[in-house]
């Protein structure tokens, strides 16, 4: 920290007895990665610019388009059909010349994440779908870094600091806590489609920001295990704490190999008629807790299935047998991918709505292919 | 008076975020009072047929629970689904 210009310029938070050089100096030491420039991520990089975090990185693989104006505060017009990441840390330098802002024109992606993630203290989510949020929330916790959260829908916003302990003793809480199954992106919708007042994310965004310094710096009470919710319309704020679910650890990939063969598009974009899954997709469904695999072969087939459990009720007995299924997503698996085609018409005409009910492509051979391929 | 009179007599508020209250039609809604968050899924989802395809978090008393729990009139209850926008 150059002493001199820097005090000038950070006076008046300094001069805050509970923040002080310290504080200053804590800001100064901290890498914080924003994922997304958007709404969220334009106020929240702004603020921790102009309070002096000393390292900033941005990622985000989108150009600047004149409707992202009304709310991404970094952008001019002049920026239009530029990469955000590169327009945003060029704004930044400006702002303050004193910290480092590195740019990555690229997409987040369960391919690069732990590498890129490696390098910064704190994760900040701004990004603006579901498949990305589940992967930067596993990506965390497999890094056991701190994940500042904000979300936002229409009139409403989300915060929370998750994978973060309040005392060492604490258990830490993820996003998978609070929403154990991915939504299909077609159930909840995004800005596009609903729209969002430009202000919201200026707040939310803000808010992040707060939670990211208070966070850093050790001031105040972050939002560590609690969401909070904001509403413009009523100015209603509702805070709730969150707890772990033991039920849904299983979930997260326990490695680093199986983390970048998870298909997160998939978790989070199949539509409900698409019931052949295929089996870079039937790896991320076992890795799943809520889920039923049946196994519709006759019992002396072989190969027999070590991978992963099963339920085995042949193609012939699955209608008197469809009260051992209990989860809500059912995957049926026989040699060839047939048979269990036959089962989902079976079962989806049992359940009708009520269940989600897949057969994997090419059965247990195709399967098998696949991953002495990969080995 | 007996009590499943009084059970009867009783209902409970249940505040609603996001996209339940398009669903829903308001912020809050009153369903008769019942015995835990189990049966406050059923009954919601008999109500409001667009419940059974929305993903929602259960606070009860403003702690997100993930195990059944059981509720009274007294209980605070929220719905929170999850946002993507950023």
Not at chain 1, 234 to 260: A, G
Request: with cysteine.
């Amino acid at each position: 920290m150059n002493k001199n210009n820097s005090y000038e310029r950070y006076q008046r938070q300094i001069i805050l007895k509970e923040f002080g050089v310290a504080g200053q100096q804590k800001l100064f030491d901290a890498k914080v990665l924003v994922v997304g420039a958007g709404g969220l991520g334009c106020p929240l990089l702004q603020y921790l610019a102009a309070a002096g975090v000393g390292t900033i990185g941005i990622i985000d693989d989108d150009k600047v388009a004149l409707s992202n104006l009304h709310r991404q505060i970094l952008f001019s017009v002049k920026d239009i059909g530029k990469a955000k990441s590169e327009q945003a840390a060029n704004y930044l330098r400006q702002l303050n010349p004193e910290i480092t802002l590195i740019a990555y024109n690229q997409r987040i992606t369960n391919q690069n994440a732990l590498e890129l993630m490696g390098d910064f203290d704190y994760v900040a989510d701004g990004t603006d779908n579901f498949a990305t949020r589940y992967m930067i929330n596993d990506a965390c916790e497999l890094l056991t870094k701190p994940l500042l959260y904000g979300a936002i829908s229409r009139f409403e916003g989300q915060v929370a600091v998750l994978n973060c302990k309040k005392n060492k003793d604490d258990e830490s809480v993820n996003y998978r806590d609070l929403f154990p199954e991915p939504p299909k992106q077609n159930e909840i919708l995004n800005c596009v489609e609903a729209g969002v007042l430009g202000v919201l994310p200026g707040i939310i965004g803000t808010m992040m920001a707060n939670e990211c310094i208070k966070l850093i710096t050790g001031i105040g009470e972050p939002l560590i295990n609690t969401l909070l919710t904001y509403n413009t319309l009523t100015n209603e704020t509702y805070q709730v704490s969150l707890s772990p679910d033991k039920k849904n650890q299983t979930s997260i990939p326990k490695d680093e190999k199986s983390f970048k063969e998870m298909n997160y598009e998939w978790l989070c974009t199949a539509a409900p008629k698409e019931f052949e899954i295929d089996p870079s997709a039937f790896n991320s469904l076992i890795q799943q807790e809520n889920i039923d695999i049946i196994d519709v072969r006759e019992f002396d087939e072989k190969p027999d299935i070590n991978d992963f459990n099963y339920l085995k009720i042949p193609l012939d007995e699955l209608e008197k047998n469809s009260s051992k299924i209990h989860h809500e997503t059912v995957v049926t698996v026989c040699q060839t991918g047939k048979r269990s085609i036959q089962a989902v018409e079976i079962l989806s005409r049992i359940f009708k709505d009520q269940k989600k009910i897949y057969s994997l492509k090419g059965g247990l051979m195709q399967w098998e292919k696949q991953k002495k391929d990969h080995e | 008076m007996p009590d499943w009179l009084i059970l009867q007599m009783s209902y409970m508020e249940i505040i609603l975020f996001g996209q339940l209250r398009d669903i829903a039609g308001s912020n809050r809604i009153s369903i008769d009072a019942i015995k835990d968050t189990n049966d406050l899924k059923k009954e919601l989802h008999s109500k409001y047929p667009g419940f059974d395809n929305a993903k929602y978090a259960i606070a009860v008393d403003k702690k997100i629970i993930s195990e059944t729990v059981p509720l009274n009139t007294e209980s605070e209850i929220a719905l929170l689904p999850p946002f993507s926008g950023g």
